[in-house]
């Protein structure tokens, strides 16, 4: 089985303060798509620092003021006013990010990988090309896909996006959406909102907010999904915030 390589980073503060605390509720935020070298999360845009397959490690240099950025293979460095941030790896399988006073160190497995900081511990294990569970403070989710669906499900239920001639549908507990595409380019959308479902994520950012820095994993990098209409069905991506 091909290497998967995964990288699940979380952000902290500054050693003494305070951080936040999170249920899985919390974790919500609009993402749209990447579009070149850049993604836009919650209406602001973040530039890629670094690429990797499973995603990428981001910054928002409009907020950092004179900040210095050194990127080289597997490696950047950023100073700003508010400390340096150093991405690098220590060893083939780990790749590491320091702050003043802190590390985030992620281990990477054959079939998936796992990341410790602050206490904290997230995962994922990939089962297949089709399926993978991602385990965060909380919960347990799993993704299940096939040529034309993917179903989520964890403590909060399940959800089924279903592929279909003229869009698709949505179907959990909440009721049934169904999305149909019109021949003018626009969409029509009837049944319960979306936002009603449960597990509508389709990645994850952890972000250093004192230090504008963060990574963007993308689970559609991880295993395969069907083409649905991405902008409208997984809109949404787990978001930590420290």
Request: include cysteine; charge should be neutral; aromatic fraction near 12%.
């Amino acid at each position: 089985m091909k290497r998967i390589l995964l990288s699940f980073l979380f952000s902290l503060l500054l050693p003494g303060a305070a951080s936040a605390q999170f249920g899985y509720d919390n974790f919500d935020a609009q993402l749209d798509y990447r579009q070149r070298g850049s993604y836009i999360v919650n209406g602001q845009r973040q530039t890629v620092l670094m690429d990797q397959f499973w995603g990428s490690v981001v910054f928002m240099p409009e907020r950092m003021g004179a900040a210095k950025v050194k990127t080289g293979f597997d490696e950047a460095l950023v100073e700003s006013g508010a400390g340096t941030v150093k991405v690098y790896r220590p060893s083939l399988n780990v790749l590491a990010v320091t702050y003043p006073g802190g590390e985030m160190r992620i281990e990477e497995q054959a079939d998936g990988g796992t990341v410790t900081c602050g206490g904290q511990r997230y995962s994922v294990k990939i089962e297949g090309p089709q399926k993978m569970t991602v385990e965060v403070p909380g919960d347990v989710i799993t993704y299940s896909t096939s040529i034309d669906e993917v179903t989520v499900s964890g403590k909060r239920g399940s959800v089924t996006y279903r592929k279909l001639p003229e869009g698709y549908s949505v179907k959990s507990a909440a009721g049934t959406t169904t999305y149909k595409a019109q021949l003018n380019g626009g969409f029509t959308l009837e049944g319960v909102p979306l936002q009603q479902h449960p597990y509508g994520y389709w990645g994850c950012e952890f972000y250093l907010t004192r230090y504008q820095v963060g990574v963007i994993v993308e689970f559609n990098r991880l295993i395969s999904f069907p083409a649905l209409p991405r902008q409208i069905t997984f809109d949404e991506a787990i978001v930590v915030n420290f």
